[in-house]
């Protein structure tokens, strides 16, 4: 049986501008997928602790406060050292395309800016969680 | 790739019982997968279970029941006991997603390494818990906790499972959640080891006491039975430390007169049941290849073109061809 794909949707750092972050988890659940909401102003820490103690296949981060370059690779460390390196660290908000690349490069997944469809990042995850499970069987 | 995926059952129980988290996530997942490996991994952990003590907590929507495991983990904390939480939320029928909030409620617990937080989504099943939902206690058992909780869904009336699974149950109400006729309908009242009445600094908290006692002096309980009944404010902290020392006191009265016991075992009777009935339930529709006959016999009542069904019919129909399945595997 297929195994319901679970993400952590949370919001790290001071801005307090949620509605993103909730349509986001709102569309992941309805497509079928387990979304663990971690609420507002969260720290990296405490994301990466969510993300191992859930054993979810993605985070998605909603930042909107400008700190992207700090937030997104921090939490890519504290997972990698948790030993969740296998999770999908992906996310959106106002970012730069030079940022994402910058973040990509650090092992970030896609980021999603304004105008990015819903349908897009659902399919994203979809395609992503898929690819690294199938990796993962056939290791 | 993560080592995890590779791992062995042995290796992985050894890596739980060290207190590793991610093990322990990972040992979780593949409890609620059903994966193969966790069966294996339970026969060999399975004599190591026990010590902790297992609580169920459940009541209506809104009642409070996250904000209430908060607080008593932290209270916990401070008495230096180590906490495991497991936290069911439905699952949506119509799309099989699930939005689990309870962590959101359980800020403060977020970064301590005495607590271990684990979300659930019911997927299909009703009850209140998840299928694996008493796996995942085992597991945080064997993870060392010293009290386990499960939280279940917001219940209604007679979602009532968490009685099965649990050494000791809360039933969680707040004022203006109904009255005294919707506690009095069978299940949900029937299951509390203890009453907690939150949310008492609302109006009516009085009231509701008055009219649990009531509840209770109709159903003819004899006294020193009685479920007690305690009043808190979660979001304040406030009747934490007396509900902390009641829970205490209800479990070492029941571990001394052997009801805890009696209780485990029969909990893991009724377990065992559930898992040949899961097994069964499988079999037939999966293993037998028996959902295409369902959808032959009823081919066509869609589009209106097919002919009447009997639905008994069509039923033994189904469980014959089974039956003459399974007896031709047992004579080869």
Known sequence: MEQPIRVLIAKPGLDGHDRGAKVVAAAMRDAGMEVIYGGLHQTPEIIAEMAVQEDVDAVGLSILSGAHMTLFPEVKKLLDAAGADHVLLTGGGIIPPDDIDALQAKGVGRLFGPGSTLVELVEYVQAEVGRRRAAAGSA | ?332
């Open chain 2, 1 to 332: 790739m993560t080592a995890l995926d590779k791992t062995k059952e042995a290796e992985l129980v050894a890596r739980v019982k060290a207190g590793e988290e991610v093990a322990c996530a990972r040992m979780m997942t593949w409890a609620e997968r059903g994966d193969p490996r966790f069966a294996v991994a339970y026969d060999a952990f399975h004599a190591d279970l026990g010590r902790a003590r297992r609580l169920g907590i459940t009541g209506p929507p809104g009642a409070g029941k996250s904000t209430l495991v908060e607080r008593l983990a932290l209270h916990w904390r401070g008495l230096d006991r180590t906490v495991g939480i497991v936290a069911v939320d439905p699952t949506s029928p119509f799309t099989g997603g699930a939005l689990l909030g309870d962590r959101v409620r359980m800020g403060e617990l977020s970064l301590d390494k005495g607590v271990f937080i684990r979300s659930m989504a019911t997927r299909g099943v009703f009850g209140g818990l998840a299928r694996a939902t008493d796996d995942i206690a085992d597991v945080l058992d064997l993870n060392g906790r010293d009290m386990v909780v499960v939280e279940t869904v917001g219940v209604g009336q007679s979602e009532v499972d968490v009685a099965k699974s649990s050494d000791l149950t809360l039933v969680v109400l707040h004022p203006g959640g109904g009255d005294t006729i919707q506690a009095m309908k069978a299940g949900l009242m029937e299951v509390a080891d203890i009453y907690v009445v939150n949310k008492a600094d609302r109006p009516g908290v009085d009231r509701l006491v008055q009219q649990l006692t009531d509840i209770l002096d109709v159903r003819d309980i004899p006294l020193q039975d009685r479920p007690p009944i305690l009043t808190t404010v979660a979001t304040e902290g406030t009747g934490i430390v007396e509900l902390a020392g009641q829970i205490d006191a209800s479990l070492a009265e029941r571990e001394a007169d052997g009801r805890l016991a009696g209780r485990r075992g029969e909990n893991l009777r009724r377990r065992i049941r559930r898992i040949v009935d899961g097994r069964l339930r499988q079999d037939v529709w999966e293993l037998a290849g028996l959902s295409e006959r369902l959808d032959q016999g009823t081919a066509g009542l869609e589009s209106g073109t097919g002919a009447s069904v009997s639905a008994y019919g069509l039923a033994e129909e189904i469980l014959s061809d089974y039956r003459e399945r399974r007896h031709g595997e047992t004579q080869a």
